[in-house]
């Protein structure tokens, strides 16, 4: 019997192909260049670049936002954040929050003051805003997961269902988008404003729309068969998706190029620094930074 033939070519194969995702990883990024910036947090999320090039995140437990700049002081920007989550920055360096405590979106400008973009929808609580995306226009776009918060008065959800829905600018009631999820969570759109991607994080799998007319999505395309708590893009169009294990990297097609693997895992993610060269990831109790060999858009 030439099994052994047969072996070779299976380890010879399994080897080049192990082989090409290491080369495809040190295309993006060097593991080792992964470093801790900050620690002692409760619980680390939504992090944004503002147009310095200096990250911004939130502390849900200790409802604080912080600030890393890119001299790398660390510094609390916002204490009593309405329990934010998901943030994102304007074109008018405004600091847009997700603060889910009372289901609310505010926009905080450069000293701290508070503006509600976003209240209700038609006279109910949403369940609690937890990521966004703005779009070229000022638009919102926002998913509204439910999750049970332990300092939340309210026991069980005003609506029915978890959704994605868009802020036009200017206007304070937001348009249902999405409605076909079980629980959409990460958001991002792509750098030229023409897709947008949901992970719906229950379901495990991550969507592509077409961008219409108002804000409007179609063309629901599944494109990655994992979900995500937060999402970044970078100028190259790849899509990353954190986990338990870190940071996962797809390109437009949704193949997996790559994962950058974090202590206790990641739960959001964005370029910052001031050519937007480095990744920035909260994980848990913990912040990271590693620097990348392609840029981020946002």
Known sequence: MRIPLFGFMTSSLLFVGLSL??????????????????AGFS??????????????????????VW???TDGKMTVFMEKTGRANGTYFDKKGNLILCADENGQIWSVNR????????????????????????????????????????????TKPDLTSQDTYYLP?????????????????????????????ISDI?????????IGKGGTLKDKELLIK??????????????????????HIYNPKGQLLGLIKVPKGASNVCFWGR?????????????YSIAMNVSGVE
């Open 21 to 38: 995702s290491a080369q495809e990883n040190a295309n993006l990024f060097v593991q080792d260049s992964l470093k801790r910036v900050g």
């Open 43 to 64: 619980f680390t999320e939504g992090c944004s670049p503002d147009r310095d090039g200096n990250v911004f995140f939130t502390d849900q437990p200790n409802d604080k």
């Open 67 to 69: 600030k890393y700049s």
């Open 111 to 154: 000293s701290g003051k508070v503006n509600i973009l976003l209240d209700n929808l038609n006279g109910k609580q949403f369940n609690g805003p937890n990521d966004l995306w703005i779009d070229a226009k000022g638009g919102i776009y926002l998913t509204d997961p439910y999750y049970q918060r332990p300092y939340w008065t309210r």
């Open 169 to 197: 600018k200017g206007s304070k009631k937001a348009i249902l988008v999405a409605d076909s999820l079980k629980q959409p969570n990460g958001i991002v759109g792509s750098a030229d404003g023409r897709h947008l991607f």
């Open 202 to 210: 229950a379901a495990g799998k991550t969507y592509k729309y077409t």
């Open 226 to 247: 994992r979900g995500s708590d937060g999402m970044t893009i970078d100028a190259s169009g790849n899509i990353y998706l954190t986990g338990n294990d870190g940071v």
């Open 275 to 287: 050519d937007k060269g480095k990744l920035f990831i909260t994980a848990k109790d913990a912040v």
